[in-house]
């Protein structure tokens, strides 16, 4: 099915200047009917008015076509369509489809012509894009349409760029540990023909391979950065994980989406991570995890540092030529700063009044 666009009808103008002219015509001319103004003739004869019957009476031959076009002139109206920028409407004529009107304008199709959209009344966790079911009423109040006309009205496919918070899914990664994991994907209608007719309803289509392809990339990755895990598929470890490699992990989310929705008509503008936690049941052994982790990479650093001070004050002291320490003096002064510089409260100074031998 492919798309089949119609840009020649912008005539509603027109046809609704033409239906009122018509409409005013046809009154005028049922009144006067009425009226008695296309009346058989009476003449005048010796002074004397006399009815002719052999006179033609137009009157049922004027009367009967106004009455006609007063009664069923209406149905032009339905064929009126009014479309706002980036909004597009699917007609189908017996079931037949004949193409799509897009762009703003006024249009006036075949009135016989239905509008399709399986999905304009599917609600998503999304930015308000679909019709809630009280403009079309309010449509056919203001401008006195049929009700099929204002059913039409809510049936446009809208052809924004829309946002589809998908909800929040627990996943096991490569590691088999449960994260929740929520996604906002950007996206948009680019085949109004696939979007109504290769699927049953393409915003229930979208949703559904979100969650799925949210579920295929998520296990491939593990949530921080583990050893011997390959994630790109090449064979070799690497350092790929949800939370430190957000960039990619959207954009393989992205991709493996669009490949799933092409034939529904739609464009993944953007996959982005919006939410990312281990699962309740383990967040607390993990967040413990992380602490002890992230302790030891502290206790790392200030030994280090620790080190690196204890030998630049026996190098200056023996530079400067301040005191000679023998083996065992040092191992003594190396002892007490590394107990200072290491420990985690503060020193207590210990003033040596004597010897230490």
């Known amino acids: 099915m492919s798309e089949k666009i119609l840009t020649t009808r912008k005539n ?8 009122i002219a018509l409409y005013v015509a046809a009154s005028v001319l049922l009144i006067a009917a009425v009226s008695g103004a296309f009346a058989p003739h009476y003449r005048d004869v010796y002074g004397v008015t006399v009815y002719d019957e052999r006179a033609f009476d137009p009157t049922g031959f004027v009367a009967a076509p106004c009455l006609l076009w007063l009664c069923l002139g209406w149905v032009l109206l339905c064929g009126l369509k009014v479309l706002k920028p980036q909004e597009a409407l699917v007609l189908t004529l017996f079931g037949k489809y004949t193409g799509t009107l897009k762009g703003e304008g006024f249009y006036w199709v075949n009135p016989f012509s239905s509008a399709v959209n399986p999905a304009a009344k599917t609600k998503l966790n999304q930015s308000g894009d679909v019709d809630d079911g009280k403009t079309g009423s309010l449509t056919s109040a203001l401008t006195g349409l049929s009700a099929q006309a204002a059913e039409q009205a809510s049936k446009k496919v809208s052809l924004k760029i829309m946002t589809l918070n998908n909800s929040r899914q627990k996943v096991n990664d490569c590691l088999g540990n449960p994260v929740e994991i929520g996604i906002a994907v950007m996206w948009r209608v680019t085949d109004t023909a696939k979007a109504v007719f290769n699927v049953d309803n393409y915003k229930e289509y979208l949703s559904l391979q979100c969650d799925s392809a949210l579920r295929n990339i998520v296990r491939i990755y593990p949530y921080d950065v583990a050893q011997n895990v390959d994630t790109t598929g090449d064979g070799v470890a690497d350092e790929g994980s949800l939370r430190g490699s957000s960039e990619v992990v959207a954009r393989r989310i992205r991709d493996e989406i669009q490949s799933k929705v092409s034939e529904a008509g739609l464009e993944i503008i953007e996959a982005r991570i919006t939410y990312l936690a281990y699962a309740p049941e383990i967040a607390a052994v ?7 982790s992230a302790i030891i990479d502290a206790r790392k650093m200030i030994v280090d540092g620790a080190v690196g001070m204890v030998e630049m004050a026996l190098d200056r002291l023996k530079e400067n030529n301040v005191v000679e320490l023998d083996e065992e003096r040092k191992a ?17 100074p210990v003033v040596n009044s004597g010897s230490l031998y």
Do not use: T
């Open 12 to 19: 509603g103008m027109a046809v609704l200047l033409l239906v």
């Open 332 to 348: 003594a002064m190396v002892s007490n700063l590394l107990v200072v510089l290491c420990g985690n409260q503060n020193a207590q």
């Open 286 to 292: 993990m967040l413990q995890r992380q602490q002890a």
